[in-house]
């Protein structure tokens, strides 16, 4: 939940710093930033608190989980970068697109994990619908290109 208040905070803020600032007038961008705002935040719980509960979703036909994890939060930062940069915004936006479907299997075994403290666990409908909100808001910034 704390990604998608993320997301939308950060992008209101930039479209309503937008109404003043020409240069920074445009929905995809201020979704851009507030992309960028909830991959470093998730990113960086790669290797937080966070971490062994993140290892623990990570589906059992997936090897070396640790790797996984460490390997789907560089992605993610990296994609954030890629965000803020202009020229490679709208790549950036369709490879993050893509890492959240590859990831989604995350999400559903962590959906069917009984409850344990630091490990992840949302409902599987609802964390679908918060997949779907990213997932949309990256195919909106990729198609933009700005």
């Known amino acids: ?12 803020v930039v479209r309503m710093v937008g109404m003043v600032v020409g240069a920074l007038d445009s ?3 201020a979704v851009a930033v507030g992309l960028a705002a909830m991959f470093v935040v998730t990113g960086l ?8 509960g993140l290892v623990a979703i990570v589906p059992l036909w997936v090897p070396r989980p640790q790797l996984a994890v460490t390997v789907t ?3 993610e930062l990296t994609g954030a970068v890629g965000l803020l940069v202009p020229a490679t915004r709208a790549a950036a936006a369709f490879c ?3 890492l959240l ?13 009984p409850r344990r403290p630091g490990v992840p666990h949302t409902a599987l409908a609802f964390r679908s619908a918060i997949q779907a909100v990213f ?5 909106f910034v990729g198609a933009a290109g700005v």
């Open 1 to 12: 939940m704390v990604p998608l208040v993320i997301l939308v905070v950060v992008a209101l």
């Open 27 to 29: 929905w995809p961008l």
């Open 45 to 52: 719980a790669h290797w937080g608190k966070r971490r062994a």
């Open 73 to 75: 939060g560089w992605l």
């Open 96 to 98: 993050l697109a893509a």
């Open 101 to 113: 479907f590859a990831i989604f299997p995350a999400n559903v075994r962590a959906a069917g994990l």
């Open 135 to 139: 997932v949309a808001a990256a195919l």
